[in-house]
């Protein structure tokens, strides 16, 4: 019971070949044809260092305005293999959760009290070399407009030492125009809770992340680049 249970809650390292990765490529392959044609992805950048290549683990933090949105994220990082939390109300549909967790190699979790084991296995995940997208607002905000940020995502990159890549992605209000996105500069919430953690520290990198996307959104509305 106990090696079952072990092996069940393993967290795999990632690999550059893998026969579990199959037919995650091919969906991320074609589907990025048809979402570039679609959605015609621009994307800019905060400064030279917001343009360096991922290299390990990372997590990637973006607002949310619709369903259509990880397929965007997988677009614009296309050179990793990004997966995602998904909410644990669609395992009530068999087929929706079959394909995040078997083709997209998702992970559920409960998005108003995410248990500390799964934060712990996801942080875990994402030092492992894996590279994990959330969507800190809970919840999509189909204004464009940017809600506050829950802090799981801090805590799993405290937790993890890996960085956060923060992502402002404006909602198009026309199929004629492209999709805009302003990816940001590494956040290093190691670095910046310092070597003891607490609730406090955890508000105050999680709102200090929060205003930074309202950096992007105000970068990516004013055209910079």
């Given at each position: 019971?106990?090696?079952?249970?072990?092996?069940?809650?393993?967290?795999?390292?990632?690999?550059?070949?893998?026969?579990?990765?199959?037919?995650?490529d091919?969906?991320k392959?074609?589907?990025?044809?048809?979402?570039?044609?679609?959605?015609?992805?621009?994307?800019?950048?905060?400064?030279?260092?917001?343009?360096?290549?991922?290299?390990?683990?990372?997590?990637?933090?973006?607002?949310?305005?619709?369903?259509?949105?990880?397929?965007?994220?997988?677009?614009a990082?296309?050179?990793?293999?990004?997966?995602?939390?998904?909410?644990?109300?669609?395992?009530?549909?068999?087929?929706?959760?079959?394909?995040?967790?078997?083709?997209f190699?998702?992970?559920?979790?409960?998005?108003?009290?995410?248990?500390?084991?799964?934060?712990?296995?996801?942080?875990?995940y994402?030092?492992n070399?894996?590279?994990?997208?959330?969507?800190?607002?809970?919840?999509?905000?189909?204004?464009?407009?940017?809600?506050?940020f829950?802090?799981?995502?801090?805590?799993?990159?405290?937790l993890?030492?890996?960085?956060?890549?923060?992502?402002?992605?404006?909602?198009?209000?026309?199929?004629?125009?492209?999709?805009?996105?302003?990816?940001?500069?590494?956040?290093?919430?190691?670095?910046?809770?310092?070597?003891?953690?607490?609730?406090?520290?955890?508000?105050?990198?999680?709102?200090?992340?929060y205003?930074?996307?309202?950096?992007?959104?105000e970068?990516?509305?004013?055209?910079?680049?």
């Amino acid at each position: 019971m106990d090696k079952k249970k072990n092996k069940q809650q393993k967290v795999p390292r990632a690999k550059l070949f893998s026969f579990k990765y199959i037919l995650y490529d091919l969906v991320k392959w074609f589907g990025f044809w048809q979402t570039m044609i679609w959605y015609r992805i621009k994307k800019t950048y905060d400064g030279p260092e917001a343009k360096k290549r991922i290299k390990g683990g990372a997590f990637i933090s973006s607002n949310h305005v619709g369903f259509s949105d990880p397929f965007i994220l997988l677009t614009a990082f296309l050179s990793r293999r990004l997966h995602f939390v998904f909410m644990t109300e669609l395992i009530k549909n068999k087929f929706t959760a079959w394909i995040y967790k078997n083709v997209f190699l998702s992970y559920p979790i409960d998005r108003e009290k995410p248990s500390l084991s799964t934060m712990k296995f996801l942080s875990q995940y994402v030092a492992n070399g894996h590279v994990l997208g959330l969507f800190p607002e809970g919840h999509i905000k189909r204004d464009g407009e940017v809600d506050a940020f829950k802090g799981g995502i801090v805590l799993m990159a405290y937790l993890s030492g890996k960085p956060i890549i923060p992502v402002y992605h404006q909602k198009r209000t026309s199929i004629w125009h492209v999709t805009r996105l302003v990816i940001g500069k590494p956040f290093d919430v190691k670095e910046k809770i310092g070597p003891v953690m607490n609730q406090t520290k955890l508000n105050e990198v999680a709102n200090e992340l929060y205003e930074y996307e309202l950096h992007l959104q105000e970068m990516c509305e004013a055209g910079k680049k």
